[in-house]
């Protein structure tokens, strides 16, 4: 599992959709005008995407294998209607091997600028 972490309007979702773009595995969200959001954005970074999906139940996923997630906290809160304060990972879920130590220090630095 891959965790893009970076404070508003850093470029998380960005990611995620080049993510899907190369992967095809579809982006879930929490509401259905985040799609259109995703999908004007993915149409400016000229890719294409599968169709994100709405999460509104587990029988949402239906036919999904894997999914990638805009805003995971949301998701959990609509979830179990609690705000997740903090969670643990597995190490051997977590995969730095893409990332290069400046893009790392990159994402340092502008998480600390704001």
Not at 41 to 49: F, Q, R, S, T, W
Not at 76 to 104: H, K
Request: net charge neutral.
């Amino acid at each position: 599992m891959i965790f893009i972490v970076g404070g508003r309007a850093s470029g998380k979702t960005t990611e995620l959709i080049k993510m899907s773009a190369e992967t095809g595995i579809p982006i879930c969200v929490r509401y259905r005008s985040r799609i259109k959001h995703i999908i004007n954005k993915a149409n400016k970074l000229g890719v294409e995407i599968p169709e994100p999906i709405v999460i509104y139940n587990k029988s949402s996923l239906k036919g999904c294998e894997k999914i990638m997630i805009d805003d995971v906290q949301e998701i959990l809160f609509d979830m179990y209607g609690v705000e997740v304060v903090c969670a643990t990972l597995d190490e051997n879920n977590i995969d730095l091997s893409e990332i290069t130590l400046f893009e790392l220090l990159r994402k340092w630095w502008r998480m600390h600028k704001e």
